[in-house]
């Protein structure tokens, strides 16, 4: 299996709170990518990574934003969380050159806003 | 069109039974085509690539039909283990990410 966890793997919080999951790598991966998956929608991109600092959005990016300081790590931030981002969170890294390439994924992290 | 459309099934077959399942994408201009797996509760994870000529690994066969751009998965002498959530997954437009379908669940029964 790809070296790729996720962190936290549940979380119950608030309306109006931010929040920031974590994806993390080992496997030197130049490719992340952040997806929400719920019933009825299937997996929806929220935003991806192809570089450090280098980030673009996705079909569902809004109240989300992302960071990568480093290869390994990939944080997603929902500044004031909403019942409507209660999901499950997935990452998935891509070692393609192109993105459109295998994408392996982490174990998910099931949010709950409240 | 939606970009990847799937049948959501679900599809209930006995074991041992040979199941089939189509997917229809809107780009003509996709390179790259996937077939994941989900189990329930857990993350998707990569079953099979799709190739233009296509290709067979065990029990399951994928086709591409680029013409009619549609992709195919056939499962034969199908397991209990089999029972999940099949993803058609196709490249999106400007191919630097993947599209992925709802899923068509699938059911094997004893």
């Known amino acids: 299996d790809a070296g790729i966890t996720q962190s936290p793997r549940h979380k119950v919080t608030e309306t109006g709170t931010p929040v920031t999951l974590r994806c993390h790598q080992t496997?030197?991966?130049?490719?992340m990518y952040w997806y929400r998956q719920d019933p009825g929608h299937g997996l929806r991109l929220i935003h991806y990574?192809?570089?450090?600092?280098?980030?673009d959005k996705g079909e569902v990016s809004d109240g989300y934003s992302v960071s990568r300081s480093k290869t390994e790590d990939f944080l997603l931030t929902l500044e004031s969380a909403t019942s409507s981002q209660t999901s499950v969170y997935f990452c998935?890294?891509?070692?393609?050159?192109?993105?459109?390439?295998?994408?392996?994924f982490g174990p998910g992290t099931r949010l709950t806003v409240l | 069109r939606k970009e990847v459309e799937q049948d959501p099934g679900p599809f209930n077959v006995p074991e041992g039974a040979t199941v089939a399942f189509n997917c229809t994408y809107s780009?003509?201009?996709?390179?790259?085509f996937f077939w994941y797996r989900q189990d329930c509760r857990k993350e998707p994870k990569l079953l099979m690539s799709?190739?233009?000529s296509g290709n067979e690994d065990g029990r399951f066969t994928a086709q591409l039909n680029r013409a009619s751009q549609y992709i195919s998965l056939l499962i034969r002498d199908s397991k209990l283990s089999d029972s999940a959530t099949y993803l058609c997954?196709?490249?999106?437009?400007?191919?630097?990410?993947?599209?992925f379908g709802k899923g068509t669940t699938l059911s094997v029964s004893s």
């Open positions: 998935a890294i891509s070692g393609g050159t192109r993105g459109a390439d295998t994408q392996y």
């Open positions: 496997e030197n991966h130049r490719y």
């Open positions: 990574s192809y570089g450090v600092k280098d980030t």
């Open positions: 780009n003509s201009a996709s390179q790259s």
């Open positions: 799709v190739y233009s």
């Open positions: 997954v196709v490249n999106s437009q400007a191919g630097t990410a993947l599209i």
